[in-house]
């Protein structure tokens, strides 16, 4: 019999975020070059957005194909709605299964990028748009968090049978 291969991993525990934010904004006040700055900035925006699903115990796409609870998908085809439904997600905290994840809604601009959104928070806010989204009199409204229906049969996976007309 074949071994079941394993498609997921786990990034390693991110521990003493407040300490480690907080140090990451003392920095700013020894360096002096522009580039220097992005660089602290980078940091303290992805450090901040970590603190931030720690606290709130809230899942979010982090990196491509990752979630904020350390939890990485290996196959480089993934999608984020992969990701939501996996059944790997952990506590931020005490890094045990979490068997029912809650997901935070849509997110501003959380990590670092220049001129525009980070691709990483377009790309999670567009599945909370597309997957979430509904329109109430010309006016978009998403949750703030949600929990994934992951038995609920999906309309576009589950389609009746076809028949011939007469029978």
């Known amino acids: 019999m074949s071994e079941e291969k394993k498609n997921y991993s786990y990034r390693t525990p991110d521990i003493d975020i407040p300490e480690r934010l907080q140090a990451t904004k003392n920095e700013h006040k020894y360096v002096s070059s522009v580039v220097g700055h992005w660089g602290i900035q980078a940091r303290q925006n992805r450090l901040q957005a970590l603190f931030d699903d720690q606290r709130d115990n809230l899942h979010s796409l982090f990196e491509d194909n990752s979630c904020t609870c350390g939890l990485r998908l290996l196959d480089k085809c993934s999608t ?3 990701l939501v439904l996996s059944k790997h997600h952990r506590n931020h905290l005490t890094l045990e299964r979490d068997l029912d994840p809650k997901f935070r809604g849509m997110v501003e601009r959380r990590l670092f990028s220049m001129g525009g959104p980070n691709k990483i928070d377009q790309a999670w806010n567009d599945f909370v748009l597309n997957y979430l989204g509904k329109e109430i009199k010309n006016r978009v409204f998403v949750p703030l968090s ?19 007309e007469g029978e």
């Open 80 to 82: 984020v709605l992969d």
């Open 146 to 164: 949600w929990i994934p229906l992951r038995d609920v049969p999906h309309t576009v996976w589950h389609q009746r049978p076809v028949t011939p």
